[in-house]
C-alpha cells in the first residue's frame, strides 16, 4: 500500500512569506503528527490531529498551525517566516489507536523548506 | 517527562563488524522504546519497536535490541556491519494510555562504515 506522501519535497522562501506544507497518510490512519528537524534541534514534536481534531500541540510558536481534513489528510502552515524556520518538516501517520503510545509512527519523506 | 540520551553522535566501524549504538531512556511509567533509520534526504523508518513483550526485540536488516530496565537502556546491535548501513540512528521513547502521547527522539548516532 502506498505511504506517507508530502509535498512538496523541497522548496524556498523568503523571510516574511507563508508556507503551507501538505501530508497524505497511509489509508486507514486517523492520526496524522508534524516533526521539525534542524541539525541544532534534532528532531522536535509540532503537533498531532487525530479524527480533525488536535491532541496535542509542542512548544512552537503560534505562527506554526495546522489542521486535518475528514479524509485524514493534514496541512501545515507557516506564517511569517523567520531564517530559523528553516529545517525539514516531516509528517507521519498511525492508526491512532489506544494505547496510543503503541501506535508506530510511519514517516514520510519530509519537506525540506529553505528560508532566506 | 520522558527523553532518551544517545552516546555518540558519531559512531564508526569497519564493514563486518559488530555495530552497537547506544541508547538510555528516562520514564516514570513503563516505556514504549523505538530505533528509527534516517537515510540522506529521506525520511525516518522503523527498525523495531518494543511495547512490553518481549526484552529482546528483533528488526529489519538483521539489527535487534534489548530492554533492561535496570539499566534504562536500549541499546541497538546487529553483528555484522555492511555498507549499506550507514545512515543515521534515533532512538524514541513514548508511554502508553490514553489520548496521544508523543514520540520523544534523542539527538541522533551517525553510523559510519568503512571497507
Known amino acids: 500500500k502506498a505511504g506517507v506522501t508530502q509535498t512538496p519535497r523541497y522548496l524556498i522562501k523568503t523571510r516574511g512569506q507563508q508556507v503551507t506544507l501538505s501530508c497524505s497518510p497511509i489509508s486507514g490512519h486517523r492520526s496524522v503528527s508534524w516533526y521539525q528537524q534542524t541539525p541544532g534541534q534534532g528532531l522536535q514534536f509540532l503537533f498531532e490531529y487525530f479524527s480533525e481534531t488536535q491532541r496535542n500541540k509542542g512548544n512552537f510558536p503560534g505562527r506554526f498551525s495546522g489542521r486535518q481534513f475528514s479524509n485524514s489528510r493534514s496541512e501545515m502552515n507557516v506564517s511569517t517566516l523567520e531564517l530559523g524556520d528553516s529545517a525539514l518538516y516531516l509528517c507521519?501517520?498511525?492508526?491512532?489507536?489506544?494505547?496510543?503510545?503503541?501506535?508506530?509512527?510511519?514517516f514520510g519523506a519530509g519537506s525540506r523548506l529553505t528560508v532566506l | 517527562a520522558q527523553s532518551v540520551t544517545q552516546l555518540g553522535s558519531h559512531v564508526s566501524v569497519s564493514e563486518g563488524a559488530l555495530v552497537l549504538l547506544r541508547c538510555n531512556y528516562s520514564s516514570s511509567v513503563p516505556p514504549y522504546l523505538f530505533w528509527y533509520v534516517q537515510y540522506p534526504n529521506q525520511g525516518l523508518q522503523l527498525l523495531l519497536k518494543?511495547?512490553?513483550?518481549?526484552?529482546l526485540v528483533k528488526g529489519i536488516n538483521g539489527f535487534e535490541a534489548e530492554f533492561k530496565k535496570s539499566e534504562t537502556s536500549f541499546h541497538l546491535t546487529k553483528p555484522s556491519a555492511h555498507m549499506s548501513d550507514a545512515a543515521e540512528y534515533f532512538c524514541?521513547?513514548?508511554?502508553?494510555?490514553?489520548?496521544?502521547?508523543?514520540?520523544?527522539f534523542g539527538t541522533g548516532t551517525r553510523l559510519l562504515v568503512s571497507p
Open positions: 518494543y511495547t512490553s513483550a518481549a526484552t
Open positions: 507521519a501517520s498511525s492508526l491512532g489507536g489506544t494505547p496510543s503510545g503503541a501506535n508506530v509512527l510511519t
Open positions: 524514541a521513547v513514548t508511554r502508553g494510555g490514553t489520548g496521544f502521547q508523543k514520540l520523544v
